[in-house]
C-alpha cells in the first residue's frame, strides 16, 4: 500500500500522464494515418445477378507495402471463379477483381491487411514497417427482379 501513495502526489501523477501521453503518440501515431485508400466498384455482368467487383487498392506512403486482399463470405453472394484472396506489393496502386452471382439484396464488403513483406515484394526493395493495418471498403448490391 506504501507504494501506491506515492501516485497520489500530484507531481508523479503529472509524470505518470507525461509518460503514458508519449508512449501512445509513439505507438499510434501510424495507426491514425490511412496507409491504404480502397475504392470497390461493381459492375453488372451480361447475365442475371451476376457481377464483377473491382476492388482498387491505392498506397498512400511512399514505401511498398505487402498486402492481403480479400472479400468477406456472405451466404448471398457465390463466387464464379473462386473465392480468392489475394496478397501482393502494393508501391502505387493495384486493383483485384472477383466475378459473383449474387441470389438477393446484400452487401459485400473488401478487406486490405498490410502483412509482413517477406517473401512477397521483391528483396531490395524499401517496404513500410507496419504489419497491423486494416482498411475495409462496403458496397450494397442490388439484385434485379
Not at 72 to 88: L, V
Not at 100 to 125: D, H, M, Y
Amino acid at each position: 500500500m506504501p507504494s501506491l501513495q506515492v501516485l497520489y502526489q500530484p507531481r508523479a501523477i503529472m509524470h505518470l500522464l507525461i509518460v503514458c501521453l508519449i508512449l501512445e503518440t509513439a505507438r499510434g501515431h501510424i495507426i491514425w494515418r490511412n496507409l491504404l485508400s480502397l475504392k470497390m466498384k461493381i459492375s453488372p455482368m451480361n447475365n442475371a445477378n451476376q457481377f464483377e467487383v473491382k476492388i482498387t487498392i491505392t498506397n498512400n506512403e511512399n514505401k511498398c507495402m505487402a498486402v492481403r486482399v480479400s472479400t468477406k463470405d456472405n451466404s448471398h453472394i457465390t463466387y464464379i471463379s473462386t473465392h480468392a484472396t489475394y496478397t501482393a506489393c502494393i508501391c502505387a496502386t493495384n486493383d483485384f477483381f472477383w466475378k459473383i452471382q449474387v441470389s438477393g439484396n446484400t452487401f459485400l464488403q473488401g478487406r486490405a491487411e498490410v502483412v509482413p513483406a517477406k517473401g512477397i515484394c521483391p528483396e531490395g526493395e524499401e517496404t513500410h514497417r507496419v504489419t497491423t493495418y486494416m482498411g475495409s471498403v462496403t458496397q450494397e448490391i442490388l439484385v434485379r427482379p
